[in-house]
Nanobody, 118 residues
Framework: QVQLVESGGGLVQAGGSLRLSCAAS????????MGWYRQTPGKQRELVAA???????NYADSVKGRFTISRDNAKNTVYLQMNSLKPEDTAVYYC????????????WGQGTQVTVSS
């Protein structure tokens, strides 16, 4: 399995941009898809975006057209470019990794806080 380290969160005004990064280390060749979830207090963690090793991406409807996920397989890193941020995007963002061996549990990063002020 892999270890995931996120960076890039912070405080930004509405309409601004942030870029999150998630670097994987360990058995990176076993990773199929990677992506981002987010969670606010009292709510379930929700998928924001995910990308396969081949580059196919999917997004939550709430972020389509504003967020872009990308992946650098050589650096074992996934990025989330977040533009036109809204206060409702405020959350802890968690990077995740899934494996080709579906019996392996999903790996999670430690989370990074994104706060969008109005």
């Amino acid at each position: 399995q892999v270890q995931l380290v996120e960076s890039g969160g912070g405080l930004v005004q509405a309409g601004g941009s942030l870029r999150l990064s998630c670097a994987a280390s360990g058995s990176t060749s076993s990773v199929s898809s990677m992506g981002w979830y987010r969670q606010t207090p009292g709510k379930q963690r929700e998928l924001v975006a995910a990308i396969t090793s081949g580059g196919s991406a999917n997004y939550a409807d709430s972020v389509k057209g504003r967020f872009t996920i990308s992946r650098d397989n050589a650096k074992n890193t996934v990025y989330l470019q977040m533009n036109s941020l809204k206060p409702e995007d405020t959350a802890v963002y968690y990077c995740h990794a899934d494996y080709y061996h579906i019996s392996l549990p999903r790996s999670w990063g430690q989370g990074t806080q994104v706060t969008v002020s109005s």
